[in-house]
């Protein structure tokens, strides 16, 4: 792959494998200094499939880190958590009501990251989206 080939190790992972898998991590690092958290669910995907990856995922690998130290945890959150209006704008201060599932399930992540021993950082771009990304061009 193209990360492969710029010398990164690259591993399957997946959040709503069984917490005992999460240790497959290990292998990658026995201490992260900064972990950035970017896999979702996202728009399009059934209510189960948001729940199990977006909150029990996050859960999950918060629970796997809680056992390291001095660990920095970054958030890719989404805009969608926002109550989305004619702002064209967003600040931080901007209320948090979130109008699709998707929103909703990733407010419930940024809780449980706010809510964890860890520093945090929250990012919450517009869109992030690839090639075969066709689910979110039905609200652009």
Known sequence: ???????MDVMEFDLTW????????????????VVIHCAAAIT???D???????????????????GKESVKFV???????YKLDDVGSYLESH????????????????QLVKN???PWLIIRPPFIGGPNDINVFQFY
């Open 116 to 118: 964890s021993s860890f």
């Open 18 to 33: 069984p917490i005992d898998k999460f240790h497959a991590l290990d292998e990658y690092f026995d201490s992260p200094s």
């Open 75 to 81: 958030l890719i959150s989404t805009i969608a958590t």
């Open 48 to 66: 189960q499939v948001l729940e199990e990856v977006n909150i029990k995922g996050t859960e999950k690998l918060i629970t796997y880190l809680s």
């Open 1 to 7: 792959s193209e990360l492969q080939s710029q010398s």
């Open 95 to 110: 209320p948090q009501e979130p109008k699709s599932t998707y929103g909703k399930s990733k407010l419930q992540q940024e």
């Open 44 to 46: 399009g995907a059934s």
